[in-house]
């Protein structure tokens, strides 16, 4: 079955770098476009970024335009999201999530931005 | 703020009939599809209805969608207590080159 697995969460002080992962199984990998959505506690949801099968073409949200690096590795079927100049507003559980219908998510990876 | 609109609550009996709508602008539901999410409090978001009318396999025909112009609704027809949970609507923004998603409803079935 479909399975999208985060990873690479945790505490990190403002300012500092975080890079997360999203490992993918059940289905062909280099065939869908890829995003990331996040969920601040207690708030709705906020798209990341997206980024298609092609590899080059991405999509930011203005919040994290500059900041934020999405990639992925086909052969190693992997997304991964690269957090640079971490703020407190960036504190949430950032979810992996698969197609153009933004379908299936994964369980969420938690990102806690404090001194 | 978010740039899709919903109301921030709804709620009905169980077997009722509830809406909730979703307001955009051109650039987003008025000229792309209308996805609709179920997040049951501590679990991941699930996909109920995209392109704005389809049901993915295994959701209920109780949840329909329509659209017109630039709001979208998501309908819910004999209300169950397994419904209640939030609901969030999402569009692709031709403006801002990116996905946009209501602020979410909370359902509550009394």
């Known amino acids: 079955q479909v399975q999208l697995v985060e990873s690479g969460g945790g505490v990190v002080q403002p300012g500092r770098s975080l890079r997360l992962s999203c490992a993918a199984s059940?289905?062909?990998?280099?065939?869908?476009?890829m995003h990331w959505v996040r969920q601040a506690p207690g708030k709705g949801l906020e798209w990341v970024a997206s980024?298609?099968?092609?590899?080059?073409?991405?999509y930011y949200a203005g919040s994290v335009k500059g900041r934020f690096t999405i990639s992925r590795d086909n052969s190693r079927n992997t997304l991964y999201l690269q957090m640079n100049g971490l703020r407190v507003e960036d504190t949430a559980l950032y979810y992996c999530v698969r197609g153009s219908e933004l379908d299936p998510w994964g369980q969420g990876t938690l990102v806690t931005v404090s001194s | 703020q978010s740039v899709l609109t919903q109301p921030p609550s709804a709620s009905g009996t169980p077997g009722q009939r509830v809406t909730i709508s979703c307001s955009g602008r051109?650039?987003?539901?008025?000229?792309?599809?209308v996805n609709w999410y179920q997040q049951v409090p501590g679990t991941a978001p699930k996909l109920l209805m995209y392109s704005t009318y389809q049901r993915p396999s295994g959701v209920p025909d109780r949840f329909s969608g329509s659209k017109s112009g630039t709001s979208a609704s998501l309908a819910i027809s004999g209300l169950q207590s397994e419904d209640e949970a939030d609901y969030y609507c999402a569009a692709w923004d031709d403006s801002l080159s990116g996905w946009v998603f209501g602020g979410g409803t909370k359902l509550t079935v009394l």
């Open positions: 980024i298609l099968n092609d590899v080059s073409t991405k």
């Open positions: 051109s650039s987003n539901i008025g000229s792309n599809i």
């Open positions: 059940g289905f062909t990998f280099n065939t869908y476009r």
